[in-house]
Antibody
Framework: QVQLQESGPGLVKPSETLSLTCVVS?????????WAWIRQPPGKGLEWIGSMYHNGNRWYNPSLKSRVTISVDKSKNHFSLELTSVTAADMAVYYC???????????WGQGALVTVSS | QSALTQPASVSGSPGQSITISCTGTSSDVGGDKYVSWYQQHPGKVPKLMIY???NRPSGVSNRFSGSKSGNTASLTISGLQAEDEADYYCCSQSIGSVIFGGGTKLSVL
């Protein structure tokens, strides 16, 4: 059973960097698949942030590309998200997910609510 | 990139069938076999219901079906049940990225 779990600060100050980690269990990141971050502002829809292939290739949402970095630590079987210069518009539930191909997200984490406030 | 276009809401009575549309462009929905659909109940994690336009993951009811014509994909739910009341999102691969639809709220009257 593949499981994903997000972790990281639930409160980030405006202009600072949001950092989240997704620990994967039941499947080795090195085995394949894409690993994605998706967010959902309160009361709104899903927004794809970006994803990384197991070989390190990365794709980012063009609207966030200048502020986003997704990285992977295969030794710990986890991948991470960094979003710089956050504003209130970045307040959302952040999900990590496995993307088996082309946006097919079959396993999701429980989500991490990140609030942006001073 | 713009979100795929979905109706904001649809409704139906128990036992009826409904269809949710998802319109994109030839660069995403129209040009690719990678269209997926997700169900999300309030406060819950999205659940994959359909992948590659019309395939159901193991465990998903056969009341859920997907199709595509041109730049528009569709999710059909037959034999509506109260538990189907949820938000539904389509998703497609685009050039170098992934795009979600804006979401559709399904009400079972």
């Amino acid at each position: 059973q593949v499981q994903l779990q997000e972790s990281g600060p639930g409160l980030v100050k405006p202009s600072e960097t949001l950092s989240l980690t997704c620990v994967v269990s039941g499947y080795s990141i090195s085995s394949g698949s894409f690993w994605a971050w998706i967010r959902q502002p309160p009361g709104k829809g899903l927004e794809w942030i970006g994803s990384m292939y197991h070989n390190g290739n990365r794709w980012y949402n063009p609207s966030l590309k200048s502020r986003v970095t997704i990285s992977v630590d295969k030794s710990k079987n986890h991948f991470s998200l960094e979003l710089t210069s956050v504003t209130a518009a970045d307040m959302a539930v952040y999900y990590c997910a496995r993307d088996v191909k082309g946006g097919t997200h079959d396993y999701w984490g429980q989500g991490a609510l990140v609030t942006v406030s001073s | 990139q713009s979100a795929l276009t979905q109706p904001a809401s649809v409704s139906g009575s128990p036992g009826q069938s409904i269809t949710i549309s998802c319109t994109g462009t030839s660069s995403d929905v129209g040009g690719d076999k990678y269209v997926s659909w997700y169900q999300q109940h309030p406060g819950k994690v999205p659940k994959l219901m359909i992948y590659e336009v019309s395939n159901r993951p193991s465990g998903v009811s056969n009341r859920f079906s997907g199709s595509k014509s041109g730049n528009t994909a569709s999710l059909t739910i037959s034999g509506l049940q109260a538990e189907d009341e949820a938000d539904y999102y389509c998703c497609s691969q685009s050039i170098g990225s992934v795009i979600f639809g804006g979401g559709t709220k399904l009400s079972v009257l």
